[in-house]
């Protein structure tokens, strides 16, 4: 079978450590052209891995023969060029947040479907060891209905992990759109649907700017969720855990606890009301500080290898982010938003 030929957008800190690499190792890709405004950084990439290096993203779609393309830009520009790759009849892997606004992520869902391609977002929580392995014991049953949780995702800030450190656009409100919401919020409520199986019905949102310098865009956010279920609990995001960050999940069960990520080395804890308390070490979450492969990129290569469409889909993406969008109106107004 012949490889699937990618185009990555952006070759910024995501795109060299996690989106190139991943494909570079793959026996279903093939990278041939890189596009980045500043042409030295897709050169870069050109030289490291081979392809062609372009500075606009639109002379990549005029001039080169894809399959595929990674969006790895700044949040603003998501949707724009995902619709175009879509129209160019491309198959489509977008970072996240998916999209600015929901009305923009409607639009990227129907230029997919309008030209038969696929669009996955990179929502990689869904496929960290840790939380494969506790969907597939909360499915089980064994510990019933969750009723209460609390889920965490919080780092020193991109200005230790993005290319341009504190000059980074991701500081900048008119290309990031929103901050720590954007970076780690919206993978936790994501993340929090798969895993309860459940949807967001009520929010509300305490979203700020607490600690960062000379930036628009928030840095912390504490949100209170209600899903449909009836389940309550609480989704924190920050920028602002300069000693060491969390990525972590706790769930009160009707019949027992579940920690994930609480303790380093014991990746899943269950405390069942009634017997033993069980550790499952099921492999690391990636960090800034330490990559693991983070599974997006095997699952769209399988997805458009197979044809089948992907499980983190642009509609999965969108019901994500409209979440986060409530959590700032609530923000905004001061009341809760009901989704």
């Not at 840790?130 to 800030?157: C, M, N, Q, W, Y």
């Not at 600690?211 to 969720?225: G, M, P, Q, R, S």
């Not at 969108?318 to 109106?329: G, R, W």
């Amino acid at each position: 079978m012949s490889k699937i030929k990618i185009a990555v957008f952006g070759c910024g800190a995501i795109a060299q450590r996690r989106h190139i690499p991943e494909y570079a190792e793959s026996e279903l890709a093939e990278l041939v052209a890189f596009a980045d405004p500043i042409l030295e950084r897709a050169q870069a990439m050109a030289d490291q891995y081979g392809g062609k290096a372009y500075a606009s993203y639109e002379e990549l779609l005029a001039s080169e023969d894809v399959d595929a393309v990674s969006v790895c830009t700044p949040n603003h520009l998501h949707a724009s060029m995902a619709i175009s790759a879509a129209n160019a009849g491309k198959h489509v892997l977008v970072e996240k947040p998916m999209a600015a606004t929901a009305e923009e992520g409607e639009q990227m869902i129907e230029a997919a479907r309008r030209n038969g391609v696929f669009l996955m977002i990179g929502h990689n929580q869904r496929l960290m060891p840790p939380h494969v392995k506790a969907k597939e014991i909360l499915d089980s049953g064994e510990l019933g209905r969750v009723l209460t949780f609390r889920t965490s995702f919080g780092h020193p800030g991109p200005e230790g992990w993005s290319v341009d450190g504190a000059g980074s656009w991701f500081f900048r409100k008119d290309e990031a759109v929103m901050g720590a919401m954007g970076d780690l919020g919206v993978h936790k409520s994501d993340f929090i649907r798969y895993l309860l199986n459940d949807e967001v019905a009520e929010v509300a949102g305490f979203i700020g700017t607490v600690d960062k310098k000379d930036t628009d865009v928030d840095d912390n956010a504490a949100c209170l969720l209600r899903m449909k279920s009836g389940a309550i609990g609480t989704l924190v995001a920050s920028w602002t855990q300069y000693k060491g960050g969390d990525n972590s999940t706790v769930l009160w069960c009707e019949r027992g606890v579940m920690k994930i990520g609480t303790v380093d080395g014991d990746e899943v804890i269950v405390e069942p009301t009634e017997g033993l308390t069980q550790t499952y070490k099921v492999g690391a979450m990636a960090t800034n500080e330490k990559q693991v492969p983070s599974g997006v990129i095997d699952a769209f290569l399988e997805s458009v290898s197979t044809g089948t469409p992907p499980a983190i889909s642009g509609e999965e993406g969108l019901k994500s982010l409209k979440v986060i969008l409530a959590a700032f109106e609530s923000q905004r107004t001061g009341q809760f938003v009901k989704l």
